[in-house]
């Protein structure tokens, strides 16, 4: 090329350059501010991915039993032997289903369905709250799911938990199997006759079977037990042997057939039942669509949980 | 005119930058969206998609029970029962008041007084195991299958319903296979089998046409979210002796013991009731329950109006029933 056209082509080039390192940087913060929604985005759907991901084990339910008052109910004598070999305990957990029921909202349950999806048809209704013509909205309850399992815990009556075994004696696992046999089997030291020992040298426990209920039920008076191993004596824990299970394990989703959520009462100033009354009065009309009323609630202040019963 | 590299580069580098944005929104429209369902009806992640499964409905209305918001929502334990092997020649007895009964076992020893004679026998608080929590946490199960749609005026008591379900699929022409377990829910029947992969494929399959009743009912097969106990945290044992050792003043190996181990069971004593022991083999059972409730009902042994006498005579066994008490 000619030097002329050269430096011209240079001149253009720097020119264009120079245009361009200003929009460059311009565009350079373009660019960094939309990389950094970028990456805001991405924080915000790591969470809710994690979020959902911790929903399918959403169930976690801990409950801490409350102490009940147990009471004798009746004497039985049952053909399977099997049910003397344990005391056994079971229990119903039902989560409780329930609505946050927000300032300004309303349930109302209709003693009929019909009643109470055609409320919910209807949609908007205008009703006297104390003087004011206020407009509410009916929708049905959006209920969470619950859960609801059955807990059988057995108490063997025969059987004891055997921990703390010692495992420097050198000895082999069938050995030591023996020993404890011999050790738990001497009526004189406290034992009985055992029926069976399952021994596991690794976690340094075992499960002794007896073959008459009482024997384990003496033992477990004490924490522990004196094992005589060969002339030594070696103390080691003793604890009941349990057997927890679920049964009828079940999520089911609570769906409202009855009861209806109300609102648009989040300006109202009069006292919660006043409005109750109020909306009771106007949903047991016939011509405002209504029905019989069994139950009305609403909250105008702090939320409440309402509970949904079977 | 060829665009110049830099710009090129430039606004290749924006439409990239302006894509990405545009399908991160998407997605977090996707996830919100799901969110809002999710606390509606529950999820599975199957390869890594969200999809819904059905769980039965339970009806459930709004009675006017209400409480302050900022509690969690309880769960309500129900339907208590416990049953406790009685040895022979033992009794139980109920009084009205709890106060009865533990005056009743200030004395341990007893003389209980015959026309002739008099019985000795033992009283000793009733003990029962108490399970003082439950952890459970819920995972879709890979050997079971949920079997829904059964008709609501299906006229098959459990036992025959469970049946038949387990003759259609435990067959392999079926799609089915070996079944191990099986139970009924409210609105399905959950059945467990053998292979994993019989669960998996009926699953797939998704509808059967089921013969129940004397008709051709269409099922539905899904996934199972099955519960499972967690185990409370338990550190080996071989820590043990080094904690003992490192602490100044050893504490007591039980108390050590029982942190390592939080109990799984609690012991609670039947507040009204007594357990009576040693019964000597000389009046039949209808007899020897009037001879007991006399005898407490004196205020001598601190005894008090009697709720109920269970007995059980030498030589025979009964297994007593405890239920949840009113209040």
């Not at chain 1, 229990?91 to 946050?100: H, K, L, M």
């Not at chain 2, 000389?282 to 007899?287: I, Q, W």
Request: glycine content about 8%; some cysteine; overall charge negative.
């Amino acid at each position: 090329m000619e030097p002329d056209k050269d430096n011209k082509n240079q001149v253009l080039k720097e020119q264009q350059l120079d245009e361009e390192s200003m929009n460059d940087d311009q565009n350079e913060e373009l660019l960094d501010e939309i990389r950094k929604e970028n990456i805001q985005l991405q924080e915000v759907i790591q969470k809710l991915e994690a979020e959902l991901d911790g929903a399918t084990k959403d169930f976690q339910i801990k409950e801490d039993i409350p102490e009940t008052q147990i009471k004798f109910s009746s004497l039985e004598n049952p053909e399977n032997d099997s049910q003397f070999l344990n005391i056994s305990c079971s229990f119903q957990v039902s989560s409780q289903v329930s609505y946050e029921l927000q300032k300004g909202q309303a349930l109302i349950t209709f003693e009929k369905e019909e009643v109470a999806q055609n409320v919910i048809k209807m949609g908007k209704h205008q009703v006297q709250l104390e003087g004011e013509s206020v407009e509410l909205t009916a929708e049905p309850v959006p209920l969470s799911t619950g859960v609801r399992f059955q807990v059988h815990v057995d108490v063997s009556k025969v059987k004891i938990t055997v921990t703390e075994i010692p495992d420097g004696l050198g000895l082999p696992e069938d050995q030591m199997r023996d020993k404890l046999e011999l050790g738990f089997g001497k009526s004189r030291r406290g034992g009985g006759e055992v029926e069976s020992v399952a021994y596991d040298k690794q976690s340094r426990s075992a499960v002794v079977t007896f073959v008459e209920p009482g024997v384990a039920d003496r033992i477990l008076k004490k924490k522990d037990f004196p094992l005589y191993i060969n002339q030594s004596c070696h103390r080691v824990l003793v604890s009941p042997y349990t057997e927890r299970r679920l049964q009828k394990y079940q999520i089911f989703s609570g769906v409202s057939k009855r009861t209806v959520l109300l609102t648009g009462m989040e300006h109202v100033r009069t006292d919660e039942e006043t409005v109750e009354d109020f909306i009771n009065i106007h949903f047991q009309l016939g011509r405002n669509g209504g029905g019989e009323v069994e139950v009305v609630k609403c909250s105008l202040g702090q939320p409440y949980r309402a509970y949904f019963e079977e | 005119m060829e665009p110049k590299p830099a710009l090129g580069t430039l606004s290749s580098a924006l439409s990239a930058l302006l894509e990405d944005q545009a399908r991160l929104k998407k997605r977090l429209r996707e996830l919100q969206q799901l969110k809002r369902e999710a606390r509606v009806t529950p999820k599975l992640k199957v390869r890594g998609q969200m999809v819904p499964f059905p769980v039965p409905e339970v009806p459930l209305e709004f009675r006017g029970r209400t409480e302050q918001a900022q509690e969690a929502a309880r769960s309500v334990v129900s339907k208590l029962r416990i049953c406790c092997p009685l040895p022979g020649g033992s009794a139980l007895v109920t009084f009205d008041d709890p106060k009865v009964a533990k005056q009743v076992l200030r004395q341990e020893l007893h003389q209980v007084a015959l026309e002739e004679c008099r019985l000795r026998v033992r009283v000793r608080p009733l003990e029962l195991p108490v399970v003082p929590g439950v952890q459970v946490a819920s995972a879709a199960s890979r050997k079971h299958v949920l079997v829904s749609g059964l008709p609501a005026g299906l006229a098959l008591p459990e036992e025959a319903l469970l049946d038949k379900l387990e003759l259609f699929f435990g067959k392999a022409r079926h799609g089915g296979g070996d079944v191990d377990t099986r139970e009924l829910l409210t609105g399905g029947a959950v059945l467990g089998f053998a292979d994993e992969g019989v669960a998996q494929h009926l699953c797939q399959v998704g509808q059967f046409q089921v013969p129940l009743g004397g008709q051709q009912v269409p099922l539905r097969v899904t996934p199972y979210m099955n519960g499972v106990i967690q185990e409370a945290k338990v550190s080996t044992l071989r820590q043990l002796p080094a904690l003992l050792q490192s602490s100044r003043a050893p504490p007591c190996l039980s108390l050590l013991l029982r942190l390592q181990f939080p109990p799984q069971i609690r012991w609670q004593p039947v507040p009204c009731s007594v357990l009576v022991l040693g019964i000597p083999d000389v009046l039949d059972g209808p007899e020897l329950r009037d001879v007991l409730e006399v005898h407490f009902q004196k205020p001598t042994c601190g005894g008090g109006e009697v709720a109920a006498v269970a007995v059980v005579p030498p030589g025979e066994r009964g297994l007593a029933v405890f239920t949840l008490g009113s209040g």
